[in-house]
């Protein structure tokens, strides 16, 4: 869904080829979905030449280790979200894609859909007034405990799996990176969330609220709440719109609901990853946008009084 479909309709994208701990597994997944190359181990897939780019969506402890030998290889990198295990490994990555000529996209695929662009000019246009609060919500039910998001030892938790999200878009629809105000989580064990709640503050004044889960009382959620002095935007479902989404406005102009393209938000993100590494085109999600967003999500993780995350 993220990949492997978006590029089959992208004439300029071809996925060509995949590496696996488990060369068996690499060569059912390459027939399933006609790959043409297979690598039994990640060093020989980053170092094969006829690669222009690396999809990185390994476990969130190991984002920065293998983005860093992408780059070392000089590959172009759209690695997921979150970038890395915590804010001090982020900027590694970032300090070392600045030097690199190289791209480097986290894949917050959501920035890149006309939902997203369009809540963008809404807040830009004062339709909303000054802002006065930004809530976003991510949570979804996740019982599997034995689930690598669960794992402490590669960098799991709700706030790094679900809540790297909400901090994303409470930093895009809020206007910049907040302070972390208070945080408190609901343990699945002494260092895992299941569930966080975090209270922001924005350098213009207004506030914001995070709330994440895999597993809690709120099964599923995924909801945005833009405040302002002379309106308000709600938007349900704004990370996966071409399932299901709607974008309802009151303000002093009236009320209204916006609906949008149904393409695949990954769809959106590979045309803008293929349009950086082919033309140099810009991409929103960049390595410094990165850092801020972990530096937040290390933040609520303090605040609630657990470990940061850690690679390895």
Not at 77 to 87: D, W
Not at 133 to 160: H, K, N, Q, W
Not at 185 to 209: C, N, Q, S, V, W
Request: aromatic residues 8%; contains cysteine.
């Amino acid at each position: 869904m993220a990949l492997i479909k978006p590029a089959q309709r992208n004439v300029e994208v071809v996925v060509a080829a995949v590496a696996a701990r488990d060369a068996a597994r690499a060569r059912a997944f390459a027939a399933k979905h006609d790959i043409a190359r297979v690598h039994d181990s990640y060093d020989t897939l980053i170092a094969d030449a006829d690669l222009d780019a690396v999809y990185n969506p390994l476990p969130n402890s190991l984002h920065g280790r293998w983005t860093r030998a992408a780059l070392a290889a000089g590959k172009h990198v759209l690695c997921e979200k979150p970038f890395t295990a915590n804010a001090a490994e982020a900027r590694e990555v970032a300090d070392l894609a600045a030097t690199s000529g190289r791209v480097v996209m986290e894949a917050f695929h959501y920035s890149y859909h006309p939902l997203t662009v369009r809540i963008g000019q809404i807040i830009a246009s004062g339709e909303l007034g000054n802002l006065q609060r930004v809530e976003a919500t991510l949570c979804y039910p996740l019982p599997m405990f034995s689930d690598i998001r669960y794992d402490y030892s590669l960098a799991g938790g709700a706030t790094m799996d679900a809540g790297c999200y909400a901090v994303h878009m409470a930093r895009t629809f809020g206007g910049g990176t907040p302070k972390v105000v208070a945080a408190q989580a609901k343990l699945r064990d002494r260092r895992i969330d299941r569930a966080m709640t975090a209270e922001l503050r924005f350098a213009g004044g207004h506030t914001g609220r995070i709330h994440c889960s895999m597993w809690s009382s709120n099964l599923l959620q995924i909801s945005a709440k833009v405040l302002g002095e002379r309106g308000e935007l709600r938007v349900l479902n704004p990370v996966m719109p071409q399932f299901f989404h709607r974008l309802a406005v009151r303000s002093t102009e009236g009320k209204r609901v916006e609906r949008f393209s149904r393409r695949p938000s990954y769809a959106y993100q590979l045309d803008a990853f293929a349009a950086a590494v082919l033309r140099g085109e810009t991409v929103k999600t960049t390595p410094h946008d990165a850092v801020e967003n972990m530096t937040v999500i290390d933040a609520i993780y303090r605040a609630a009084g657990l470990p940061l995350r850690e690679p390895t």
